[in-house]
């Protein structure tokens, strides 16, 4: 093929391209402008779907971020209600084992004057009117020891252990030594330092016992 049939087919080659350019065999003043609609088209579209997406995770964290805030203050508000309701539930045990630690003092007090009238029955000739010291002594210890099971019976279930054991032991000397209350009437020397040597062991009990509520009182 010569130089002429090449110049040819180029020239048609370029026609071509140009009419599937829409642009004709030649260029037109409108051309360009007719074009730039479809440029500026292409480059708005992922601008908007770009912003469309900002949105959405902007949204999308503020939500997060609102039930994140949202549970802390419901956890916050939980706890401290948990706090106040513990702290209740502690000052009012406190203000149980108080009264019961208080009425078994009170209840070991009046026993104690009971066996304080000893000397009574010691004053008192032998014989009858021993007996009836002795016997009314007798009476009105078993009263006041049962005022002291019922208080120590609180005290056993208000706690704690080493109370409740305190008040165990305090209730088992009263018992002892009322017991050997009643055999005064007797008169004999050795039963009479037997009934000494256990009120003290109950009055020993009752100072250990008041040193444990204390200090059960100060803990809490």
């Known amino acids: 093929m010569g130089a002429g049939g090449m110049t040819v087919r180029a020239a048609r080659s370029v026609r071509g391209l140009r009419a599937r350019d829409g642009q004709g065999p030649f260029p037109t003043p409108d051309a360009p402008a ?18 469309w997406w900002i949105g959405l995770i902007t949204g999308a964290t503020a939500i997060a971020a609102s039930w994140v805030a949202g549970r802390g203050a419901t956890t916050s508000a939980r706890v401290q209600a948990e706090i106040t309701a513990h702290a209740a539930q502690v000052t009012e045990a406190r203000a149980r084992r108080r009264d019961a630690y208080r009425e078994l003092s009170a209840a070991v007090h009046g026993l104690s004057e009971v066996f304080w009238r ?3 029955a010691d004053a008192a000739p032998d014989g009858r009117a021993r007996t009836a010291v002795v016997d009314q002594l007798r009476t009105d210890a078993r009263a006041a020891l049962g005022d002291v099971t019922k208080a120590s019976r609180e005290v056993m279930l208000e706690g704690p252990a080493t109370v409740a054991e305190s008040a165990r032991n305090l209730r088992r000397t009263a018992i ?28 020993a ?16």
């Open 34 to 51: 007719a074009r730039a609609p479809l440029r500026t088209a292409a480059r708005t579209f992922p601008v908007m779907d770009n912003s």
């Open 118 to 120: 000893v000397e009574d």
């Open 176 to 203: 002892v030594t009322s017991d050997l209350l009643g055999h005064l009437g007797t008169g004999e020397r050795e039963v009479r330092d037997r009934y000494d040597a256990a009120y003290r062991a109950f009055r």
């Open 205 to 220: 009990e009752h100072l250990a016992f008041l040193e444990l509520a204390r200090a059960a009182l100060d803990v809490g």
